[in-house]
């Protein structure tokens, strides 16, 4: 009976060591999906940031075209406006490629996030079945103690009776 209570203890032991540790990872999950959230804040701050550009863009072109009228008469400043155009080509291209980038990031981002939700909600399951596993476990093994405790009871008193009419006999 005592291999059997210490069987059920290491098996209790085993059981809250896997629970606590099913809920460090749980907390480890949270604590990413913070900074996931974090970072997906910090993606929306860029995206602002980038509208700002293009309202910057457009003031630019509009400069370009009093450029273009004044430089009619100035040949080397067609140069410069031919040189202003180049830079805002490539600095659209360039942001034109770096938010198809972070497009693909938060679209990657995002799935992942779904992912470890998915992830949690199964561990947390889990973690609640094995939780009525060991309740109702407990509950068997309380009874069977009793029950143990029952019998004993029972058995000293008819070791006494028969102490008692060995006596007498």
Request: proline fraction near 0%; include cysteine.
């Amino acid at each position: 009976m005592e291999a059997d209570v210490s069987e059920m203890r290491k098996e209790l032991q085993s059981r809250n060591s896997l629970w606590r540790r099913i809920q460090l990872e749980c907390q480890q999950l949270l604590t990413e999906l913070l900074k996931m959230k974090e970072y997906k804040d910090m993606q929306e701050i860029q995206i602002k940031h980038q509208s700002s550009h293009v309202q910057l863009t457009e003031q630019l072109e509009n400069k370009t075209t009093e450029l273009l009228l004044f430089a009619e008469s100035q040949e080397h400043q067609e140069e410069e406006l031919n040189k202003i155009r180049n830079h805002v080509y490539r600095e659209e291209q360039s942001h034109c490629s770096e938010q198809e980038r972070m497009k693909t990031e938060i679209s990657d981002l995002t799935e992942e996030l779904h992912q470890k939700e998915i992830t949690i909600a199964t561990i947390m399951e889990q973690a609640s079945l094995l939780e009525r596993q060991l309740k109702m476990e407990l509950e068997t093994k309380h009874k069977l103690l009793t029950k143990q405790q029952l019998l004993e009871f029972h058995y000293q008193v008819i070791k006494s009776e028969n102490t008692h009419l060995k006596e007498m006999v």
